[in-house]
């Protein structure tokens, strides 16, 4: 049998707080048996951490980092808090971190900083990236050039760029992961996309509690809702979601070395 896994969620959201279990199990009845949770600011870092401590046995795990909106709260590097929790044996990677120019949240220059901390601080702890990228591909490529590395170990999540940044993406090394917004109708060159990349660089997950998929849309999402994710991607890449779910057990694994059941 195969399973789901959901690679970027947020169940350390306030949205959760009269629910949670509820909202777990839902997930574990649906068939995930892995869920990722990704955190924006030091307190939800911890957070995720608890969770996956305390839903261990759902298939929980966290990814510690400072979303690039709150980049301003850690102007001097990376806290030695972040970084001692980043070693924690619960936490398969590194983020949210990476560039927001939709909403400007925090000043672009201080975003490219932290990025550029972040992607330290993942090789440090030898674990993978996780990025947030929103209309600012460019400066992203800029930034990872100035880094000095010329291949890396993460995902773009919810991946919201066009078939040439996708490419250039996937030449870095990325993973490209896929949420709510490849089944709404009008992003037809998403779903080209999904179509079109090697699927072995491909993954799935929500942004829950943001991004429900077209079904439910504009309410809150949660990571059961994953599903109709895999079904539209299942669908652009002309394959079983049976077979679509063994292949993205096996992407996740090989990225955020989570094991196999």
């Known amino acids: 049998m195969s399973y789901l896994v959901d690679t970027h969620c947020h169940l350390n959201s306030e949205d959760y707080n009269s629910d949670m279990e509820q909202v777990i199990q839902r997930a574990y009845d649906q068939g995930l048996r892995r869920m990722l949770v990704v955190a924006g600011d030091i307190p939800t870092s911890q957070w995720a951490i608890d969770l996956a401590e305390q839903y261990q046995s759902y298939g929980l795990f966290a990814a510690v980092g400072v979303h690039p909106h709150d980049s301003s709260t850690i102007k001097e590097g990376i806290p030695q808090e972040l970084f001692s929790m980043a070693q924690h044996p619960k936490v398969l990677a590194i983020g949210e971190s990476g560039l927001d120019y939709f909403y400007d949240l925090s000043p672009r220059e201080i975003q490219k900083q932290s990025l550029l901390w972040h992607i330290e601080l993942a090789e ?9 990228v929103r209309d600012a591909f460019d400066d992203l490529f800029d930034v990872l050039d100035e880094s000095g590395r010329s291949h890396f170990y993460g995902v773009i999540h919810c ?3 066009d078939t040439e940044e996708a490419q250039r993406a996937l030449e870095l090394g990325f993973y490209l992961s896929f949420a709510g917004p490849v089944t709404y109708k009008k992003n037809q060159e ?5 179509a079109a990349i090697p699927i072995e660089r491909l993954l799935c997950e929500t942004d829950s509690p943001w991004l429900a998929p077209q079904h439910h849309r504009g309410k809150r999402n949660e990571p059961a809702y994953v599903s109709e994710v895999y079904d539209m991607v299942a669908k652009c890449r002309k394959i079983d979601v049976e077979e679509l779910k063994s292949i993205l057990w096996r992407n996740s694994c090989a990225l955020l070395g989570w094991g196999e059941m």
């Open 124 to 132: 440090k702890v030898n674990k993978p990236l996780i990025l947030h």
């Open 159 to 161: 991946f919201s760029g």
């Open 190 to 194: 998403l779903r080209d996309i999904v």
